[in-house]
């Protein structure tokens, strides 16, 4: 009976050991490829329209600042993004607008209509490098990449203003990704616990620190996804000491969203 008894000690200490993976540990951990999809998704929102302030501030602290509203839409395929930016202030940059249209399966049409030509003109793949009306976002920061364009590595995990984040390196994929972005390399910090950036690392085609963004302020726009947004972003271009801040004054999710405001008629409307 003892011997028994202790078979059957051994037994289950034994099916502890088995199991306990099962509870505590099992599911496997996500790649760095599904971590970038999860981050890629998570700020795929139906509808939002924001108010944003954008100021720029050079090398000697001089700041100058901008308004504009910016809406967006979720095309049916779930996704690609329709986006237009407008500006309202200062005077000499008002009525310039962007538009976007992403293409999973192509290259996106960019537009950009400035006042004094009284005509939008189209960008090409290369402008996505470009500065951003002279901020220090290029056109190709205002959205996320694909992610199958990029070779992405999980480097390690790590804590960022509290907040677990997976740090991922992501590499083009090919030299006319690499072109067309002006990085040889980023390096992302993604929260563990919406998947949405809080920090990236930009270098340039040598593989210089190029620009840093900080991203903070994370808000739950859209519960029943899971879709969320930051109110808040930091672009500092350390090789010129320029800086530039993002502040989303109001956002509204759900709005109505017609599909033609995303054309270059409606851009061009003053």
């Not at 049409?109 to 960008?123: E, G």
């Not at 090919?174 to 992302?188: A, E, F, M, P």
Request: charged letters at 25%; glycine letters at 4%.
């Amino acid at each position: 009976m003892k011997r028994m008894v202790i078979a059957i000690t051994m037994l289950s200490a034994s099916a502890l050991v088995t199991l306990a993976p099962i509870g505590v540990s099992a599911a496997p951990e996500l790649s760095a490829h599904a971590i970038m999809e999860k981050n890629f998704f998570v700020s795929k929102i139906k509808s939002l329209k924001t108010d944003s302030t954008m100021i720029l501030i050079n090398d000697k602290g001089q700041q100058r600042e901008r308004k504009n509203t910016t809406l967006l839409k979720l095309q049916a395929n779930g996704i690609d993004s329709k986006l237009l930016v407008k500006f309202s202030t200062p005077t000499d940059i008002k009525g310039t607008g962007f538009l976007q249209i992403e293409h999973s399966d192509a290259d996106d049409d960019l537009w950009l209509y400035l006042p004094a030509l009284k005509k939008s003109r189209r960008l090409v793949a290369n402008n996505k490098k470009d500065s951003f009306l002279g901020s220090d976002f290029s056109y190709g920061d205002i959205s996320l990449p694909k992610v199958d364009q990029y070779q992405h590595t999980l480097l390690r995990t790590e804590s960022l203003d509290d907040h677990p984040c997976y740090v991922i390196e992501s590499v083009p994929g090919n030299d006319t990704v690499k072109s067309n972005s002006g990085y040889s390399k980023k390096l992302t910090w993604v929260r563990t616990d919406n998947f949405l950036e809080a920090k990236v690392e930009y270098y340039d085609i040598s593989g210089r620190l190029l620009k840093t963004q900080r991203i903070t302020q994370h808000q739950l726009v859209e519960p029943a996804t899971a879709r969320w947004f930051a109110l808040h972003r930091e672009m500092t271009n350390h090789q010129t000491s320029h800086q530039t801040v993002l502040n989303f004054d109001k956002i509204e999710a759900g709005v109505a969203a017609p599909d033609d405001q995303f054309t270059t008629r409606y851009v061009e409307r003053e």
